[in-house]
Protein backbone atom coordinates (compact mmCIF):
# COMPACT_ATOMS: atom_id res chain seq x y z
CA UNK A 1 0.00 0.00 0.00
CA UNK A 2 0.97 3.69 -0.48
CA UNK A 3 2.40 5.34 2.90
CA UNK A 4 0.73 8.38 2.17
CA UNK A 5 -2.80 5.94 2.40
CA UNK A 6 -1.30 4.48 5.69
CA UNK A 7 -0.70 8.01 6.78
CA UNK A 8 -4.22 9.55 6.34
CA UNK A 9 -5.59 6.84 7.97
CA UNK A 10 -3.92 7.64 10.79
CA UNK A 11 -4.36 10.73 10.68
CA UNK A 12 -8.19 10.42 10.51
CA UNK A 13 -8.07 7.64 13.70
CA UNK A 14 -6.49 10.42 15.97
CA UNK A 15 -9.25 12.63 14.94
CA UNK A 16 -11.66 10.67 15.52
CA UNK A 17 -10.22 9.91 18.96
CA UNK A 18 -9.71 13.83 19.28
CA UNK A 19 -13.72 14.11 18.83
CA UNK A 20 -14.44 11.21 21.11
CA UNK A 21 -12.81 12.51 24.49
CA UNK A 22 -14.78 15.97 24.72
CA UNK A 23 -17.81 14.17 23.60
CA UNK A 24 -17.85 11.68 26.30
CA UNK A 25 -17.00 14.16 28.87
CA UNK A 26 -19.65 16.30 27.69
CA UNK A 27 -21.70 12.94 27.75
CA UNK A 28 -20.53 12.45 31.11
CA UNK A 29 -21.97 15.53 32.90
CA UNK A 30 -25.42 15.36 31.79
CA UNK A 31 -25.54 11.33 33.74
CA UNK A 32 -27.49 10.78 36.51
CA UNK A 33 -24.43 10.40 38.64
CA UNK A 34 -23.24 14.02 40.42
CA UNK A 35 -20.79 16.05 38.26
CA UNK A 36 -17.84 15.43 40.29
CA UNK A 37 -18.24 11.25 40.06
CA UNK A 38 -18.91 11.94 36.45
CA UNK A 39 -15.87 13.73 35.96
CA UNK A 40 -13.73 11.31 37.98
CA UNK A 41 -14.78 8.50 35.88
CA UNK A 42 -14.49 9.78 32.45
CA UNK A 43 -10.58 10.98 33.84
CA UNK A 44 -9.99 7.47 34.88
CA UNK A 45 -11.34 6.02 31.45
CA UNK A 46 -8.66 7.93 29.43
CA UNK A 47 -5.47 6.91 31.92
CA UNK A 48 -6.91 3.55 31.04
CA UNK A 49 -7.83 3.65 27.03
CA UNK A 50 -3.78 3.10 26.18
CA UNK A 51 -3.29 -0.08 28.81
CA UNK A 52 -7.00 -1.66 27.37
CA UNK A 53 -5.91 -0.61 23.83
CA UNK A 54 -2.36 -2.68 24.16
CA UNK A 55 -4.06 -5.88 26.02
CA UNK A 56 -6.94 -5.86 23.84
CA UNK A 57 -4.46 -6.17 20.75
CA UNK A 58 -2.41 -8.43 23.00
CA UNK A 59 -5.49 -10.55 23.52
CA UNK A 60 -6.56 -11.02 20.14
CA UNK A 61 -3.23 -11.30 18.05
CA UNK A 62 -1.35 -13.72 20.80
CA UNK A 63 -3.78 -15.57 22.89
CA UNK A 64 -6.67 -15.80 20.30
CA UNK A 65 -4.50 -15.69 17.39
CA UNK A 66 -6.56 -13.05 15.00
CA UNK A 67 -4.41 -10.80 12.76
CA UNK A 68 -4.42 -7.27 13.22
CA UNK A 69 -7.19 -6.51 11.11
CA UNK A 70 -9.44 -8.58 12.58
CA UNK A 71 -8.45 -7.37 16.06
CA UNK A 72 -9.76 -3.56 15.17
CA UNK A 73 -12.96 -4.74 13.24
CA UNK A 74 -13.51 -6.43 16.20
CA UNK A 75 -13.02 -2.76 18.06
CA UNK A 76 -15.46 -1.40 16.01
CA UNK A 77 -18.01 -2.96 18.18
CA UNK A 78 -16.69 -0.35 20.96
CA UNK A 79 -18.76 2.81 20.17
CA UNK A 80 -21.71 0.73 20.69
CA UNK A 81 -21.24 -0.47 24.02
CA UNK A 82 -20.50 2.86 24.79
CA UNK A 83 -23.70 4.04 23.49
CA UNK A 84 -25.33 1.62 25.84
CA UNK A 85 -23.42 2.22 28.66
CA UNK A 86 -24.44 5.43 28.47
CA UNK A 87 -28.18 4.99 27.39
CA UNK A 88 -28.52 2.50 30.13
CA UNK A 89 -26.30 2.93 32.95
CA UNK A 90 -25.88 6.07 33.42
CA UNK A 91 -28.96 7.98 32.35
Known amino acids: KQ ?3 QLLGIGVSSMAGGLGEPT ?3 LATKSSLNSRAALTAWSSGTGIAGI ?3 LWTSIFTIFLGFDARTSVTFALLLPFAYYWTYSKLLI
Do not use: I
Request: charged share 0%; net charge neutral.
Open 3 to 5: SYV
Open 24 to 26: MLA
Open 52 to 54: FGY
